[in-house]
């Protein structure tokens, strides 16, 4: 069982930056690929980042690339969002999600994912 508390939400003007944190507690977080998942108003969840249970590999959708970075610390059994250049359309509840890591697992699915976070809130004003 692992469970997820996201942290570092808030209010940001276009351009800033702000971190995103995923503490998790339980055994073996380093057998859990991590991802950042989003839901932005009247839309469907949808996948941001995620990184494999060593960090030796990190995936992104097209429209965070280059500007969002996914990290994890093991020792400290967090997983971060780091995100620059924010947008308006940046702006959403931001979930982590944890699935045992294993081959041949798809990253980006959310089915893939067996443990969600409550969510932190990203507002981007403009």
């Known amino acids: 069982q692992v469970a997820l508390v996201e942290s570092g939400g808030g209010l940001v003007q276009a351009g800033g930056s702000l971190r995103l944190s995923c503490a998790a507690s339980?055994?073996?977080?380093?057998?859990?690929?991590m991802g950042w998942f989003r839901q932005a108003p009247g839309k469907d969840r949808e996948f941001v980042a995620a990184i494999k249970r060593n960090a030796a590999w990190t995936y992104y959708a097209d429209s965070v690339k280059g500007l969002f970075t996914i990290s994890r610390d093991n020792a400290k059994n967090t997983v971060y969002l780091q995100m620059k250049s924010l947008k308006p359309e940046d702006t959403a509840v931001y979930y982590c999600?944890?699935?045992?890591?294993?081959?041949?697992?798809?990253?980006?699915?959310?089915?893939?994912?067996?443990?969600w976070g409550q969510g932190t809130q990203v507002t981007v004003s403009s």
């Open positions: 999600a944890a699935s045992l890591d294993r081959f041949g697992l798809n990253y980006g699915e959310q089915q893939e994912y067996t443990y």
């Open positions: 339980g055994r073996f977080f380093s057998n859990y690929a």
